[in-house]
Antibody, heavy 121, light 107 residues
Framework: EVQLLESGGGLVQPGGSLRLSCAAS????????ISWVRQAPGKGLEWVAG????????YYGDSVQGRFTVARDNSRNTVSLQMDSLRAEDTAVYYC??????????????WGRGTLVTVSS | DIVLTQSPATLSLSPGDRATLTCRAS??????LAWYQQKPGQAPRLLIF???GRATDIPARFSGGGSGTDFTLTISSLEPDDFAVYYC?????????FGGGTKVEIK
């Protein structure tokens, strides 16, 4: 069974930093793209960042480009999201999601339960 | 960026009704479009991939259609469990983008 478990959320002040982690199990981790998708309270979904199975390629959403960094450790089956220069508008539930197909940038088939990040003074 | 516009924002229907949701892209995405269902307090669930493919364990009452810039998600006969918010998403170009969502509510 595929499992994705996010951690690291919490309250942080504007301008601060936070690092989220996603622990994965139940599938061939190194074969799949993993993305972060967020949802502000009462709002829709926003793709934040994604990283290829090897970790060699990553892409970012416009609103986080230059502030967030995605990385993965295939020896530990984890993906991280380093979030710097946080703003109030980064407040959201952050989900990690596994792509449907191995080896390509595909759709989000499996999701974690999410971790809440609140940016406030 | 590719902008996805969903309509209507809210759809008020009764169980047994047919629901038709639309998603329009600001430029062609070919068939590189998915639909997700989200219920309150839950993560989204993939329903449809590549515009018309049903994801694993998704009932046949859900169907997707369209290509290029205009897409539809049809629920042939609404079950009580189908009242939720639905999102479209494109994977044709980075950044990946979602539509704003359509809420299907009980009339």
């Amino acid at each position: 069974e595929v499992q994705l478990l996010e951690s690291g959320g919490g309250l942080v002040q504007p301008g601060g930093s936070l690092r989220l982690s996603c622990a994965a199990s139940g599938f061939m981790f190194e074969g799949y793209v993993i993305s972060w998708v967020r949802q502000a309270p009462g709002k829709g979904l926003e793709w934040v960042a994604g990283i290829s199975g090897s970790g060699s390629t990553s892409y970012y959403g416009d609103s986080v480009q230059g502030r967030f960094t995605v990385a993965r450790d295939n020896s530990r089956n984890t993906v991280s999201l380093q979030m710097d220069s946080l703003r109030a508008e980064d407040t959201a539930v952050y989900y990690c999601a596994k792509d449907r197909e191995v080896g390509i940038w595909d759709y989000f088939e499996s999701w974690g339960r999410g971790t809440l990040v609140t940016v406030s003074s | 960026d590719i902008v996805l516009t969903q309509s209507p924002a809210t759809l008020s229907l009764s169980p047994g009704d047919r629901a038709t949701l639309t998603c329009r892209a600001s430029q062609s995405v070919g068939s590189s479009l998915a639909w997700y269902q989200q219920k309150p307090g839950q993560a989204p669930r993939l329903l449809i991939f590549d515009a018309s493919g049903r994801a694993t364990d998704i009932p046949a009452r859900f169907s997707g259609g369209g290509s290029g810039t205009d897409f539809t998600l049809t629920i042939s006969s609404l079950e009580p469990d189908d009242f939720a918010v639905y999102y479209c998403q494109q994977r044709r170009r980075f950044p990946l983008t979602f539509g704003g969502g359509t809420k299907v509510e009980i009339k």
